[in-house]
């Protein structure tokens, strides 16, 4: 869930999340961002924290942006072998 990059000379911009890795995994992520935006399933912290995103940008990147931060976390989690802590993630 990283965004594309275009670089050429003196122009460096982010484009929209490019489509690398596994599709399935993708799609898990979203699935979870979006089931933590739309329904009180836990969370609620991270849903404070995409609804804020979503008044800027719109629902669907708030929604991106949440499986990407869902991705870093499980990233860090796998890596540490720590359990999940809501407090740590924000």
Do not use: Q
């Not at 990059?5 to 929209?16: A, F, K, L, Q």
């Not at 404070?48 to 669907?60: H, L, N, Y």
């Not at 942006?65 to 924000?90: Q, S, Y």
Request: glycine letters at 8%.
């Amino acid at each position: 869930m990283t965004p594309r990059r275009y670089e050429s000379g003196e122009i460096s911009r982010n484009g929209r999340v490019s489509k690398r890795g596994d599709a399935f995994t993708r799609k898990c992520l979203f699935e979870a961002a979006n089931a933590i935006y739309c329904r009180k399933l836990g969370g609620g912290r991270l849903r404070d924290w995409a609804k804020a995103i979503a008044e800027r940008t719109g629902p669907r990147k708030a929604k991106v942006a949440l499986a990407r931060k869902l991705a870093v976390t499980l990233h860090a989690m796998w890596r540490n072998g720590t359990p999940f802590r809501e407090d740590a993630v924000i």
